[in-house]
């Protein structure tokens, strides 16, 4: 069984640029995640889907983040514009169900200079 | 909100050593789940537990719900076991997870 698939690994953008990463969860998983994960910090959820409905978003910066999930499937989260402080590691999940346990992908590593 | 505080932050031992990692949270949660995030990033996921205890090879794990706190044991540690171990919290009808602060754990040969 394939794993969440994250694109791209690592990018690098000046502040004030945008940037877009995409995730593909494990088929068939209903509910997809992303989370933020600043250096030393654990994960922070910023959105939650269930199929293509938002069922969390209160901890994503509206004003510059936004995520979509087409026909309940991959996900793409998309920030515009960059701050130097959205430099972290953007991880995907996906479950089952949200109450299942939760499968990680190996992350995305946004630098913003 | 709920808080997720694990102990200790940081844990040095010789291989072949045992310990215990210890999850607190303040309020009652869905379940609880325990991740170790490999030196290049990746976060596996070792346990979902609620509540009671769990098996998988040298690591275990304990929920005791109503006291709000679980223990991840590792026994015989190895080097490959290096790396930071989250405790995850889920509360609210869509099972959102809180993350503690993790441990951070080196074995050295």
């Known amino acids: 069984e394939a794993g969440v698939a994250q694109s791209p690994r690592y990018k690098i953008i000046e502040k004030r640029q945008s940037v877009a990463f995409w995730c593909n969860p494990i088929?068939?998983?209903?509910?997809l995640y992303w989370y933020q994960q600043i250096l030393g910090q654990g994960p922070k959820l910023l959105i939650q889907f269930q199929n293509n409905g938002v069922v969390d978003d209160s901890q994503l910066p509206k004003d510059r983040f936004s995520a979509e999930r087409l026909k309940g499937v991959d996900s793409t989260l998309k920030i515009q514009p960059a701050k130097l402080e959205d430099s972290a590691v953007y991880l995907c999940?996906?479950?089952?169900?949200?109450?299942?346990?939760?499968?990680f992908g190996p992350g995305t590593r946004l630098t913003v200079l | 909100g709920i808080q997720v505080e694990q102990s200790p932050p940081d844990l040095i031992l010789q291989e072949g050593a045992n310990s215990t990692l210890r999850c607190n949270f303040s309020?009652?949660?869905?379940?609880l789940q325990w991740f170790h995030q490999n030196p290049w990033g990746q976060l596996i996921n070792l346990f979902y537990i609620p509540s009671g205890t769990k098996q998988n090879g040298r690591l275990s794990a304990t929920t005791v719900a109503t006291e709000r706190y679980s223990l991840l044991y590792i026994s015989s540690s190895q080097t490959t076991d290096s790396g930071v171990y989250f405790c995850?919290?889920?509360?609210?009808?869509?099972?959102?997870?809180?993350f503690g602060a993790g441990t951070r754990l080196a074995v050295h040969p």
């Open positions: 999940a996906s479950s089952l169900q949200g109450a299942d346990t939760q499968y």
């Open positions: 995850a919290v889920g509360f609210g009808g869509y099972n959102k997870l809180i």
């Open positions: 309020d009652s949660v869905n379940n």
């Open positions: 088929s068939g998983h209903a509910t």
